[in-house]
T-cell receptor
Framework: NAGVMQNPRHLVRRRGQEARLRCSPM?????VYWYRQLPEEGLKFMVY????????ESGMPKERFSAEFPKEGPSILRIQQVVRGDSAAYFC?????????????FGDGTRLSIL | DAKTTQPPSMDCAEGRAANLPCNHS???????VYWYRQIHSQGPQYIIH???NNETNEMASLIITEDRKSSTLILPHATLRDTAVYYC???????????FGKGTRLHILP
């Protein structure tokens, strides 16, 4: 029973390039959440998506960051024109949604390093 | 801001019970108490959650006070692999985002 799968585990980009992070939720889960953890800091919520819809993007930086969760395929977090400050661990979580009392289950993250 | 208060760090001897406290004095009637942990360089791991009653699973026990203003996570026989940051979170979790605080850094001592 596969958990939340994130890839790649490690991603290196040069300043100005684009980064694409993928997240496949657990089987049967239709809700996806992205969190960011800067070095030596806590986890911060970025965005919450359901299939084809962004529900809450209150934690997303206003520029260069976007997220999608298409009808088919994984959720994608996209960072355009990366800068050094984007270096962080990005975690995805999923839940079945729709009712109370459902915990989120996390993947092991993508570590993004900007040269 | 997180709605919980936890000690920044704790030590526990291997094999002993680790008791991690959490204060959530402003908890609402429909909010659950969730516990997650993050072992170094891994994703957060769900441990347990509860509303009013005490809960137990294969990982831990959760004791919630009668007034629901505080709770304790109990790891009955701590091992070195339980060294992690433990987060106590209150949420109605109707598809809600998790607001992580600073958590408690638990060190299991050999």
């Amino acid at each position: 029973n596969a958990g939340v799968m994130q890839n790649p585990r490690h991603l290196v980009r040069r300043r100005g390039q684009e980064a694409r992070l993928r997240c496949s939720p657990m089987k049967g889960h239709s809700h996806v959440y992205w969190y960011r953890q800067l070095p030596e800091e806590g986890l911060k919520f970025m965005v919450y998506l359901q299939k084809e819809n962004i529900i809450d993007e209150s934690g997303m930086p206003k520029e260069r960051f976007s997220a999608e969760f298409p009808k088919e395929g994984p959720s994608i977090l996209r960072i355009q024109q990366v800068v050094r400050g984007d270096s962080a661990a990005y975690f995805c979580a999923s839940s079945p949604g729709g009712t109370f009392n459902q915990p989120q289950h996390f993947g092991d993250g993508t570590r993004l390093s900007i040269l | 801001d997180a709605k919980t208060t936890q000690p920044p760090s704790m030590d526990c001897a291997e094999g002993r019970a680790a008791n991690l406290p959490c204060n959530h004095s402003t908890i609402s009637g429909n909010e659950y108490v969730y516990w997650y942990r993050q072992i170094h360089s891994q994703g957060p791991q769900y441990i347990i959650h509860g509303l009013k009653n005490n809960e137990t699973n294969e990982m831990a026990s959760l004791i919630i006070t009668e007034d629901r203003k505080s709770s304790t996570l109990i790891l009955p026989h701590a091992t070195l692999r339980d060294t992690a940051v433990y987060y106590c979170i209150v949420s109605a979790n109707r598809d809600d985002k998790i607001i992580f605080g600073k958590g408690t850094r638990l060190h299991i001592l050999p």
